[in-house]
């Protein structure tokens, strides 16, 4: 994998809110979950699930207090976090559920641009909706919505970065 460009797939992921209803193909929806799987999580203990939402009305009523431009997604991917699976460190109980499923949703997100496909964290909605639509059982929290579709306008959105003077310090 000499010549794949790491950098590169981080400048085309961006926070899509323009899809177009195209279908995503199973093969790439698999390859995107497949990236999921794979995250790193404290002591391997993968405290996670990820519900596929593809009906339409399930959507709507997963964002419904999201933008409005994310119902235009054909698929939405639930992260749900399970809390009783997490590793909580021994020395102080810290739950780690929200670290780990963060990182799977980033894997999600970088694995869908580079397959071309647009995704966004959405972490603004309505958590008892998503309960509901979810049937989820008391261990488990949904953590993110990730919209998922091909972007219908082919243009990256600068990157709106602070200067890495402003955020490395040598210690
Ligand atoms: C934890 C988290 C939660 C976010 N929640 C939302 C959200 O609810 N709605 C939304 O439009 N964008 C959401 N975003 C996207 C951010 O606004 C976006 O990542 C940031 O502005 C940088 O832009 P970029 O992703 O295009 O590089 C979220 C991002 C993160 C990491």
Known sequence: MEDFDFIGLCERRYSCRNYSDLKIEKETLDTILRAAQLAPSACNRQPWRFYIVEDADKRAELLAKSKPAFLAAPVVIAAVG??????????????????????????????????????????????????????????????????????????????????????IRHA
């Open 82 to 167: 399970l809390h009783d699976v997490a590793w909580h460190r021994p020395s102080d109980g810290k739950d780690h559920t929200d670290i780990d499923v963060a990182i799977a949703v980033e894997h999600i997100c970088l694995a869908a641009a580079d397959q071309g496909v647009g995704s966004c964290w959405v972490c603004s909605f309505d958590v008892e909706a998503a309960r509901r639509v979810l049937k989820l059982t008391e261990g488990e929290e949904p953590i993110a919505l990730i919209p998922l579709g091909y972007p219908s306008d082919a243009a990256i959105p600068n990157k709106d970065r602070k200067p890495l003077h402003e955020i």
